[in-house]
DNA sequence: TTGTAAGCGTTATCAA
DNA sequence: TTGATAACGCTTACAA
């Protein structure tokens, strides 16, 4: 049924040259006298000729493979991490090849070894959770692996992160000088390292200003959450600002406040994470913290291509920073007061 | 420097068997005695052993390799897209390597050529432009390729699309019922045949109805579009609903909307398109046409696969129906002018 | 600068 | 059911 494609065989045939030249015009590797050139790259236009990978790979054992394993790729920061990692790779003459691993142990185990079989030169990991799948551990003598995002910092692997105690203190900064004394902050899962990281260094440096600061775990899954928080929120006494730590417990948040029918910056502050285009498309815009995509992608890149290259020093990578997009939907605790006290409501009154 | 990894030559002698067992063992095409399985099983595990996908691909001339050619990765409708097909690949036993075009036709060329190297058993693509890349139509009869989403009807190629016309006309019809007689379109680039006859289909109705709308196109930058729009709406009378085409026209208007401080389903009702967590994540939750992406998914697989095996009969495939989910960014024009008419501002006031 | 020929790891054919 | 062996298309010594 499937006829075979052109070979550079028949291409040499056609312009009456030798297999080898073939091979030379199209790599580039060994100079090739330009009439010669010519007439072989005629012929193979005219064939339609394109070299075969799988040939070209399994005889030179370089498959200028690398692979990208990220958890979710409906999460656009995982999105844009690739589209990012996608353009180095490009670049420096590598093909990507991406695998979801949808957040699940299982998934993540059955695509590794999908992906090992593609003989990849390099592989780029953001892990589920914070164990990193142990065929990972066989292999890391073979190929180089980066890890990013997830999982434990260690001294397997190389590992580029953020720096997540901070942003988290970050925004509680932010949020002690405009002068908030009550902080809610909404995890998805604190089983996730950066998340834990996060919440700590805002939870910490709020109570160090002796504010008070509350945690609530709304799990992983968009739904729930929202209706979780709202539970929370009914049973508490609202809080004055709220710190939303990843991009799903942003929307959650957002949900439940609309449906509590509280208002955004007025009766409470928001802080989101991660920076996307809809935070801008509103009345009240939200105060986001960005994580730096391009800068992840490039030291992750640079890492990769350097281990790949034979590259076998120990190399420090520093945390990145992560940057505050300050919006109207962080305000001074003033206007806060000032709405509630408006509408005649106490803070309990606005669940 | 790269050692080469285990082959099934090795296992084959661990083992004590031939390769050609081994091989049967694991693509399970022929059937291998039990012990002798196990032994193998053995074998390979010990020695870290995984199939060579390069080799197996050369000798067999079957890739199990199906691409899949975006032109936005960072579009979530996109990746949605992406993750649903991969879900039917892996299940039936297929790598699926995707490729993103960014919307430009050179990069898209380029992406082809390097897609084809991987002698794909199939192909998946949603065209940058209405001009279906010519190289794709030189390898139509090699390998089987299905175009959804963009790209011109033809009959070159199988396309599986959704019927943009009739949602236009949803939309329109929504609104119309809702009493609306001044209703604007607005469309990033027109040069799209979807977003061509999403526009065409809401305007005829709307116009056939005796009503009045008008069109911007915005182009297709975030940033210069939110700014197009409003300077259009500056200089024209506020309408009283929006139909937004496109995802990020959605974005747009709403980002548009917020800066003029009009007020979402009061001052003015919007329709969106594709349904994002995000548009419920708000105060009015945003009216949006629903594109059946599971169903698209698995049309194009369920087509893409009986092509690749060896099904040539004319395959008519009907154009899947949008769903419209009403919320609160559309009401019915009594609301319009009681908001307008309640703050004493005439349509041009709110501008 | 070009050609010859071996061999990468696998699968398919054929014989046992 | 298993094994021996050729061949897939390419790259790369090496020879010319």
Redesign the pocket.
Known sequence: MAK?????????DAA????????????G?????????ARVRDAAKKLG??????????????SRVVTVMVPDLSDPYFTSLVTEIEEHAQRDGYQIIVANTKDDVETERGRVSALLSWQPDGMIVVPTSDNIPEQLLQVKDEVPIVITDRGIQTKEFDVVRVDNAAAGKMVASHLLEFGHRRVLVVASDMQISGVYDRCNGAIERIRAAGAQSDLVEVGPVPDRAAAHLARWLVKNPMPTAIFAVTDMTTLATLTCLAELKAEVGYDVSVVGYDDYPWMVARRTPITAVRQPVEQIAEAVWTLLLRRMNGDDSQIEVLPLECELRVRASSQPIEKTEETRGRRGRAASEVK
């Open positions: 075979r494609p052109i070979s550079i065989k028949q291409v040499a009456g040259v030798s297999t080898a030249t073939v091979s030379n015009v199209f790599s590797k060994k100079p090739v006298n330009d009439d010669l050139a000729y394109r070299v075969n990978r799988a040939a070209s790979n399994l005889r030179s054992g370089q």
